[in-house]
C-alpha cells in the first residue's frame, strides 16, 4: 500500500477566503483555488512554507509536535537549532542560558544541533574531498531537497548524501542517554525545536533514510513564550553550551559554506534565487564550484516560517552570541568524525529519489499527444497569468486542463469570449423570427415585399 | 544538411536563437528543458539535452548572425540540429579542443567565451557532427540516445 504523504504545511478552510495570493508565490506551483478555497497539491508540495508566509488570511499552518509528546518518554532531550538561539537577545543572554531555560520548560538533557552541525561540517568536507562532480549541493535545507527531487530531478547526484545535523544530533544524544544512563533506544525522545515546518515533514518522513532518531519537532514559534516565562530567573549559566562559533552560525545563511571550508563556496538563499541558481547548474554553469549551501529561506534558517524574531534582528543576534565563542571545531570532534565516516555514520542510507512533477503521462506517444494539446490550449488563453481561474499562471492552467484537472471555461477571459458569441448568437437567433409571424424575417430571407404577397 | 525528420520523429520543436540578445540567452534551452520534462524523460537524459542545448545556443548568440536549433523527438533519441549563418568556424579541430575560444575579451569578460562550449556539447551528446562552412555558418548535429549508458 501506497503510504499516504504527510505533510506539515496545511490549509485553515475556515480562514481561506480563495484570494490567489498563496498560488503564484509557491515554488512549486503545489496550489490552486477551487470553489473559493485554496487546495494543496500533496504531491507537489515541499512544505517550504512561503505559502504561511505570504498568507494575509493565516490559512496556512504548519502543524507539528507539542510538548504533550514529552510524556510518552522516560528521558527527553532538546535539540535546539541554532535559529532558536537567535530568537533572544540582551545583555546577560546567553546560549547556555538559553539552555537551561530547555531544561526548565520540561526536559532532562539538551543536545546542540550546533554541535552535531560541526561533525557535519567535516563530514561534508570529507564527502567533497571524496567526489568528482561539481558543483555539489548542500543536503540541509530539507525544503530543496524537496525541491530538487521534483523540479531538478536531474540535480539529485548533486546532493550531499550526508545526514543533516538534527539527525546526527539525535543519534549523539540518544548514544550517549543510553550509555550513560542504560536506558533503551525507545525510552528516549529527541525533540528537535525547529525553524520550519519542512524539518517536520522531515521528521515523519526522512529522505535518504528510513527511521529518524528524531521523535519530534516542535516549533519556535511554540516554545518562545514559555522561554520567555523562564528566562528571567536563570542566574546560574554552568557550562552547558559546548558548540562553537563555527556551528552555531549554521543557523544563518554563509554559515555552513563557512563551516565546511572547501576552496571554493557560495551560499544563496531565498527559494527564488536557490531556482536561479539551480537553472543554472542544470545547464553546466557553476561546475568550477566545490559546495553551495542553498536556503529556502532568506537569511537562512534564521528566517524560517516558524521562527519569531524578524530574520534580520536574528541574524544580529547570532553574531552577538558568538562574539566569545570558540572559532574553530575541536580536534576531538575532526577525530570522531574520522573514525566513523568509514563506517557511514554520517551517509544517507538510501538513494534520494526524484518526485518529478511536470510529466503528463507514463506513455511518450502519450505524452507527446497532450503536449500538442497543452500548447494549442495555451494559445487560446491570455497570457495574462491573471490567477483568476485558480491556476498561478496561463501555462499552469494549460497543464491542469490536460490532465483533467480543470476547464477552459475557469478562464475568465475565454469565459467572457463565449459569453459575448454566445449573446451574438442569440441576438442573430432572435432576429431570425419565422417569415410566418413576421415581415422582417422574411425580408432577411430575401423575399421581397412583392414575393410575399403572392 | 541532414534531414532526421523522416526518421519517425513523435514531435518536433524549433526555436530562433538571435545574435548578440544576451538577455534572452539561454530561453530556448529552458523551454526544451520543461518540454522535456513534461514528456517524462529520463532526467539523466535531460541533464545531457539541457547542456548541449544551452551551449549551442550560446554558440550562436555570441559568434553567430542569428540561427535556429531544431530538435525531434524520436522513440530512441533527441536529435538537435543547431544551425546559424555567421563566420563560420576556420579550424574545427581546434575549435573542439578545451579551452580554445575566437570569443572577445568583452564577450570572455562576461563570463563567457571559456572554450568549453562545443566540448561540452560533445561530451553531452551521443553522436555528434559538425558542419562548418567560412563565411557561411556552422550547422551541428546532435544526438543524444534514451537509453544510453555513460
Known amino acids: 500500500m501506497v503510504q499516504p504523504y504527510f505533510h506539515s504545511v496545511t490549509l485553515e478552510t475556515e480562514n481561506c477566503k480563495g484570494c490567489t495570493i498563496c498560488i503564484k508565490r509557491c515554488p512549486t506551483e503545489a496550489i490552486r483555488v477551487r470553489s473559493g478555497k485554496a487546495r494543496i497539491l500533496e504531491l507537489r508540495c515541499i512544505d517550504c512554507g512561503e505559502c504561511i508566509r505570504i498568507c494575509p488570511n493565516h490559512a496556512k499552518r504548519a502543524i507539528a509536535d507539542d510538548f504533550s509528546l514529552l510524556s510518552k518518554f522516560k528521558y527527553t532531550v532538546a535539540l535546539p537549532a541554532p535559529s532558536f538561539y537567535a530568537q533572544f537577545s540582551g545583555p546577560d543572554m546567553s546560549i547556555s542560558k538559553i539552555l537551561q531555560g530547555l531544561l526548565q520548560l520540561g526536559f532532562n538533557a539538551v543536545f546542540e544541533v550546533a554541535e552535531a552541525a560541526e561533525y557535519v561540517s567535516l563530514a561534508i568536507r570529507r564527502y567533497i574531498e571524496s567526489s568528482s562532480i561539481r558543483p555539489l549541493i548542500s543536503s540541509a535545507c530539507p525544503a530543496i531537497v524537496r525541491l530538487i527531487q521534483v523540479r531538478f530531478p536531474d540535480l539529485i547526484e548533486h546532493l550531499v548524501p550526508v545526514h543533516a545535523p538534527v539527525d546526527i544530533a539525535a543519534r549523539l544524544a540518544k548514544e550517549m542517554v543510553m550509555r550513560k544512563l542504560g536506558l533503551r533506544r525507545e525510552e528516549i525522545g529527541a525533540f528537535f525545536i525547529t525553524p520550519c515546518p519542512a524539518k517536520v515533514t522531515s521528521v515523519k518522513q526522512p529522505i535518504g533514510f528510513e527511521d529518524s532518531w528524531v521523535d519530534g519537532a516542535i516549533p519556535i514559534t511554540s516554545v518562545y513564550a514559555r522561554m520567555l516565562n523562564v528566562l528571567p530567573y536563570i542566574n546560574e549559566t554552568e557550562g552547558l553550551q559546548q558548540a562553537s562559533s563555527v556551528g552555531v552560525r549554521w543557523g544563518r545563511a554563509t554559515g555552513e559554506e563557512n563551516a565546511v571550508g572547501v576552496p571554493r563556496h557560495l551560499a544563496v538563499d531565498g527559494i527564488q534565487s536557490v531556482i536561479e541558481v539551480l537553472e543554472e547548474i542544470e545547464v553546466g554553469k557553476f561546475n568550477d564550484i566545490d559546495f553551495i549551501e542553498c536556503q529556502a529561506c532568506r537569511g537562512g534558517c534564521v528566517g524560517g516560517p516558524l521562527t519569531v524574531q524578524n530574520a534580520f534582528q536574528a541574524w544580529v543576534n547570532i553574531e552577538e552570541l558568538t562574539k566569545n565563542l570558540p572559532a574553530e571545531i575541536v580536534p576531538e570532534i575532526e577525530q570522531e568524525v574520522e573514525k566513523r565516516w568509514e563506517d557511514g555514520f554520517y551517509s544517507l542510507e538510501a538513494k534520494i529519489e526524484p518526485r518529478s512533477i511536470l510529466k503528463l503521462d507514463d506513455d511518450l506517444s502519450r505524452a507527446i499527444e497532450k503536449m500538442e494539446l497543452l500548447e494549442k490550449t495555451l494559445e487560446s488563453l491570455p497570457g495574462l497569468d491573471c490567477g483568476s481561474c485558480g491556476s498561478p499562471s496561463c501555462q499552469a492552467l494549460a497543464e491542469d486542463i490536460v490532465r483533467g484537472l480543470a476547464s477552459e471555461g475557469d478562464c475568465v477571459f475565454v469565459l467572457r469570449d463565449g459569453v459575448q458569441s454566445l449573446a451574438e448568437e442569440l441576438l442573430e437567433l432572435a432576429r431570425q423570427v419565422p417569415s410566418s409571424i413576421s415581415n422582417q424575417g422574411a425580408a432577411d430571407k430575401g423575399l421581397s415585399e412583392e414575393e410575399t404577397e403572392k | ?150
Open chain 2, 1 to 150: 544538411m541532414p534531414d532526421v525528420k523522416d526518421v519517425g520523429a513523435l514531435m518536433s520543436v524549433t526555436y530562433d536563437v538571435a545574435a548578440r540578445d544576451f538577455v534572452r540567452a539561454g530561453e530556448a534551452a529552458s523551454k526544451l528543458k520543461r518540454l522535456l520534462q513534461q514528456l517524462g524523460l529520463d532526467p539523466a537524459v535531460i541533464r545531457r539535452a539541457a547542456i548541449a542545448a544551452y551551449e549551442a545556443e550560446m554558440n550562436i548568440v555570441i559568434h553567430s548572425y542569428g540561427g535556429q536549433i531544431k530538435v525531434d523527438i524520436t522513440p530512441e533519441s533527441i536529435e538537435m540540429i543547431c544551425e546559424d549563418s555567421g563566420p563560420g568556424i576556420p579550424d574545427i579541430e581546434k575549435a573542439l579542443q578545451e579551452g580554445y575560444s575566437t570569443a572577445t575579451e568583452e564577450i570572455r569578460e562576461m563570463g563567457f567565451g571559456a572554450g568549453m562550449g562545443l566540448p561540452n556539447i560533445q561530451r553531452s551528446a551521443d553522436q555528434f557532427r559538425i558542419e562548418s562552412t567560412v563565411g557561411e555558418g556552422t550547422c551541428l548535429q546532435v544526438t543524444i540516445l534514451h537509453e544510453a549508458g555513460e
